[in-house]
């Protein structure tokens, strides 16, 4: 079954149309890629799944485990199982990282009936993940992305994927301003989760994250709509003739 | 922004049935006659079996306070208030007694608040045997409900380091000598017409004498709650910090909800001499009315500061989430050389709630030194001002002063007003002015509830991230209370 099916999802800002008839479905245990031109609407699919307000669903819909995604709070999405890895993650100036870590765990644990973490508890595992990450332990007392590199805010939140455990990671253009060793890193993570339970949306603008996380399909959407679905080798294709040759399909 | 917007609504209906220390204590009171003349000046001094002098200094006060009118210059809005109109006594019938004697109903009252009134037997080997998850700090409380103080924890063990800490009306009997020298002497009887009111009717507050070079072993802690209708609470706190001596010291403040204003007009005093330091942390949590501005403490407070001493210091913190009014300026007269003033402000007006409040930092000294953090938050219809006076004198060579004030709005019907006055007139003198408005934005919000937090952890989170350098100023004990009201004070104004 899908895990995540989209059917025909249209929606709008300020009246302007943006997503316009989207339809894509990712099994569970699969990694998808979405790749398309700025612009393209990439960022408003992810933000319209997300729940982020201001976008207007005005067709289609959106199931997760056949449930209405679109009827539910952005905190009801993330506690079944939804995650999105900002494409500009937000600064929340004040706000220690631990903190805010430890609280968003909580709150996903306690919809999942585990018990909360008290801090020591929490500090081994941020600092077991962070390693893996190659994350300097003081990014946990900072504020939350706050004077972070962009390179570090990535990480911070492929961190927060790897704490969370989602079962269906949205990633907006994780890779973007990342150097090739960043980029590994950034795909070991996404690797370490891969799972029978576990599917991914990977959005990208370039094929280079997906020589290291092996996409199971590669749609392109164009001008709010996919334009052509395929295996990994569509990605290839794209990077060597341009968007320009989908482009025109659209 | 639909996201504020909704945020806002959700605020408010947890605001309307929010203040979860709106109960009321059903005890037998005793009032004087209501109104406002002599003979109530005289009815209160009698209660308290209080000297000659005192008497005279309280009608000096209220004949004083006569010929003075109502403050208008501050931002806040109010009908008249009716002097004539409230009870400026009231007291359990059942009158302060040692802690095993205390009215159970009173007991239970502060259990309920989350006061410890009762001694802990903790400190393990010390005084019996604790539990480890008892082992912490304790806190010595002072609880005075409506016009007295009900009981004092710890004092014996206080007495042996030689710290007075008791109820005023109970300093009037056993220490004259030290009230009669600091009472009045930084708040003088005709400071400001809520001053003046309260010299003249105060019944009770807290006093603490800390002797040279001691270092006072736990928190003090003053706990006021306004229980009994239609009645005023005068409160007088006076803190001496003698030479080289150290104390912090917290209040605390709950009152019923009520559909009527109730007044509440304290004064607090402080002496800081050579060397000695107080920090003095508030959290007040007065009601601040209902969600259409109905009800609600005017809470119009004079407290200030004399750092006397060289080197001496004072800090004070406050978070103010409660009131439907805040008039209050907590200040520091920088009088000895090198002395210390500061001041970390967190203030909230939601719903229809309004806030003046700031500092005066008077530097008199050479190489004075004071700080000022301000951070106000307002959401619904809050008004929310900080007014701020540095002066410099002319003695005060190389004096400096750093000011920092930033307003968090919430939704647009709210407003933040800054207000700094500034007089230097000392050439060798440094201040330094920062100030910062900034809204919750909607992609905080989302971001948080994206990782699975609702709207008020949200918000809750935001705002305590942006009061953090306030927050951090308060004791332990007190932060994690203090960033739970926040957010719930501001659950529906996302904070
Ligand atoms: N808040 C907004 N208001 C108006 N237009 C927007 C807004 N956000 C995005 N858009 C427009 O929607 C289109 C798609 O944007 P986006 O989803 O960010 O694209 P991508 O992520 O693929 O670069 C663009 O034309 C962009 O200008
Ligand atoms: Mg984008």
């Known amino acids: 079954m899908g895990m995540l099916k989209i059917e025909n999802l249209s929606a709008e800002i300020d009246g302007k149309t943006i997503l316009n008839g989207i339809s894509l479905e990712v099994p569970a245990g699969e990694i998808h890629a979405v790749m398309g031109p700025n612009g393209s609407g990439k960022s408003t699919l992810s933000y319209v799944l997300a729940g982020r307000e201001g976008y207007e669903v005005t067709g289609g819909s959106a199931t997760f485990h056949g449930q209405d995604l679109l009827a539910l709070d952005p905190e009801e999405r993330a506690a079944a199982g939804l995650f999105l890895a900002f494409q500009y993650p937000v600064e929340l100036p004040g706000v220690g990282n631990a903190n805010f870590l430890r609280t968003a765990l909580n709150a996903i644990r306690k919809t999942r009936g585990e018990p909360e973490l008290d ?12 390693k893996a990450l190659s994350m300097p332990e003081d990014m946990l ?28 990671a949205i990633l907006d253009e994780t890779d973007s301003g990342l150097d090739i060793d960043a980029l590994k890193i950034v795909a070991d993570g996404v690797n ?55 482009q025109e399909a659209a | ?157 206080l007495e042996k380091e030689g710290i007075i800490f008791c109820s005023i009306s109970e300093a009037v009997q056993t220490h004259p000598e030290l009230v009669r020298k600091y ?11 809520f001053a003046a009111l309260n010299c003249a009717v105060f019944t009770d507050g807290s006093f603490v004498y800390v002797p040279k070079g001691v270092r006072c072993p736990m928190e003090l802690s003053t706990y006021f709650r306004i229980n009994a209708k239609s009645t005023g609470q005068f409160e007088r706190t006076l803190i001496i910090a003698d030479e080289g001596s150290t104390v912090s010291y917290l209040e605390g403040c ?61 800090s004070w913190t406050q978070v103010e989430t409660g009131s439907a009014i805040t008039w209050k300026y907590p200040s520091c007269i920088l009088q000895g050389d090198d002395s210390v003033g500061e001041f970390y402000s967190v203030a909230i007006a939601n719903n229809w709630q309004q806030a003046d409040t700031g500092t005066k930092m008077i530097h008199l000294g050479a190489r004075t030194k004071s700080t000022i953090v301000s951070k106000g938050i307002s959401a619904g219809q809050g008004q929310n001002t900080y007014r701020g006076l540095v002066r410099i004198g002319p003695r005060a060579s190389g004096a400096r002063n750093f000011t920092q004030c ?80 926040l957010q719930i004070s501001l659950e529906g104004s996302v904070g």
């Open chain 2, 1 to 157: 922004m639909p996201a504020v917007n909704e945020t806002i609504e959700a605020v408010q209906s947890v605001t309307d049935s929010g203040y979860k220390w709106g109960f009321e204590t059903d005890i037998e009171m005793e009032f004087a006659p209501k109104g406002l003349n002599e003979d109530i000046v005289r009815f209160i001094s009698k209660k308290k079996n209080e000297p000659e002098w005192l008497l005279e200094w309280r009608l000096r006060a209220f004949a004083l306070w006569q010929t003075m009118e109502e403050p208008r210059w501050s931002a806040v809005k109010y009908n008249p208030i009716d002097y004539q109109d409230a009870y400026y006594y009231a007291a359990p019938k059942q009158g302060p007694k040692s802690l095993e004697e205390v009215d159970p109903e009173l007991l239970r009252t502060y259990e309920k608040l989350g006061i410890p009134l009762r001694e802990q037997e903790v400190l393990a080997g010390v005084e019996g045997a604790g539990s480890a998850a008892d082992a912490r700090m304790p806190i010595a409380v002072d609880a005075v409900f409506d016009s007295v103080s009900v009981a004092t924890s710890y004092k014996a063990r």
């Open chain 2, 183 to 193: 009472l009045g002497s930084v708040v003088p009887q005709g400071d400001n017409f």
């Open chain 1, 192 to 246: 370490a989760q891969r799972a029978p339970d576990f599917s991914a949306l990977i959005i990208t603008h370039y094929q280079r994250l997906l020589d290291y996380i092996i996409p199971d399909r590669v749609h392109v959407l164009v001008k709010g709509r996919i334009v052509k679905s395929g295996g990994p080798e569509l990605a290839h294709a794209l990077e060597k003739e341009g968007y320009a040759s989908v």
């Open chain 1, 119 to 130: 801090a020591m508890q929490f500090l081994k595992i941020a600092r077991e993940r962070m």
């Open chain 1, 141 to 168: 007392k900072r504020g939350v992305n706050v004077g972070f590199s962009g390179g570090e805010k990535k990480r911070n939140e492929v961190l927060q994927m790897a704490l969370l455990r989602p079962q269906l």
């Open chain 2, 406 to 485: 930033d307003s968090l709005l919430i939704g647009d019907k709210c407003g933040a007003h800054t207000v700094p006055y500034i007089e230097n007139r000392c050439l060798t003198a440094k201040v330094e002015h920062e100030a910062t408005t900034s809204r919750i934005a909607e992609d905080q919000l989302f971001y948080c509830r994206q990782r699975g937090l609702s709207q008020e952890e949200a918000v809750g989170m935001i705002v305590n991230g942006f009061c953090r350098e306030v927050l951090k100023e308060l004791p332990m004990e007190f932060a994690v209370e203090a960033q739970k009201l």
């Open chain 2, 254 to 314: 709950t009152a019923p909800m009520r559909d009527e204003n109730q007044l509440h007009a304290a004064v607090v005093e402080l002496v800081a001499l050579d060397d000695a330091s107080i920090k003095y942390s508030t959290v007040q949590n007065w009601y601040p009315g209902d969600a259409n501005g109905k009800g609600g403490i005017y809470n119009f407070v004079t407290k200030r500061a004399a750092c006397r001493g060289k080197r001496s210091k004072v």
